[in-house]
């Protein structure tokens, strides 16, 4: 890229890119309402007081609503936003004023503009109450659609205040850990040699391998070993880019993961005695997979300088499938 004139210049075959990148996500669907995600709000509901459950009631199942909805934005008294949902949903008025402090846009930090602007938990279609004073400027269509990004923002816990202990341990096994189950089936299916999750710091002769080596990730997504090779994933569960700032982000962290990806390779060859008993088998060679949960713009490439292949899930699924 480079700046002609004013204007930004994007290389033609990196625009190509990006244009088959934003199409795939538009494809794209999110599974944000299976039983063990329902869990998972369930229990932010018991302790918060509200959840998408009630807004996605007031918005949905009443018609007649004191917020005006046929136009494209309203200006509302805060205190009467929260009668009206009070009385349609019956739901404890303290828990409503929380639920909509969670909906509130947030006024830019002037030391770090750029960041604040484009946080993933400060955007328009997410927080779209703006706050004036004793009143709300409201665009109801906004509205409706942070509705439908609510659930996301309790995964990928973008709220006012963080999840509590237990709905964070919910989140990691019903939802970032749910794909790792089904290639434990499939491990499991296959009787080959592998697991997920797998933590190398239970064992004692990697502890003082870790004190010398402290930047080497101690836990394993999931691996598997065939034919004297030990096959090893990263899973990784960034939200998906809706802007060229995103992709740029996106594509920093990647290489900052590959590169400790590489690391870990080297560090597992280096001290293979010691490993192959722990893992469960002899290999010779390491070959890696970063996997991502959501479409990423490097899905489906080969990464030559560290040698790692990147995947979107159900691309790697079908994969692995096939070798195993």
Known sequence: MSIEDGLLKI????????????????????NLYNKELEEVYQSFEARRGYSPFILEEYIYEYNEKFLETRTIISF?????????????????KVAIRFMLDDLVLKKCSKTNFIKSTFSDDNRLFRTPLIEVKDYYILPFYT??????????????????????????????????EYDLKRLKSLLEKEDIIGHVNF???????CKELFKSNPSISQEIDFFY??????????????????????????????????????????????HRS???????????????????????????????????????????????????
């Open 225 to 270: 070993i065939k034919n004297n090779t030990l096959y090893l994933m990263e899973l990784k569960n960034r939200d998906i880019d809706n802007s060229l700032y995103g992709i740029c982000q996106s594509l920093s962290k990647a290489k900052e993961h590959m590169i400790k990806m590489n690391e870990r390779r080297l560090f597992l060859l280096k």
């Open 76 to 92: 509302i008294e805060k205190e009467a936003l929260v009668e009206d949902i009070y009385r349609k949903t019956g739901r404890d």
């Open 11 to 30: 290389e033609e075959s990196f625009e190509r890119k990006i244009r088959k990148y934003f199409k795939s996500t538009e494809a794209f669907k999110k």
């Open 199 to 205: 933590d190398l710091n239970k064992f004692k002769e």
């Open 274 to 324: 010691i490993f192959d008993g722990i893992l469960g088998e002899r290999f010779d060679s390491v070959e890696l997979y970063l996997v991502n949960k959501n479409p990423h713009y490097l899905d489906n490439t080969f990464n030559s300088e560290y040698q790692i292949n990147i995947f979107l899930f159900e691309d790697f699924y079908e994969y692995v499938s096939k070798q195993i």
């Open 143 to 176: 509205f409706v659609e942070s509705a439908q990004y609510f659930r996301q923002r309790i995964l990928k816990n973008h709220l006012n205040k963080g999840l509590d202990k237990k709905t964070k341990r919910l989140v990691e096994k019903n939802y970032d």
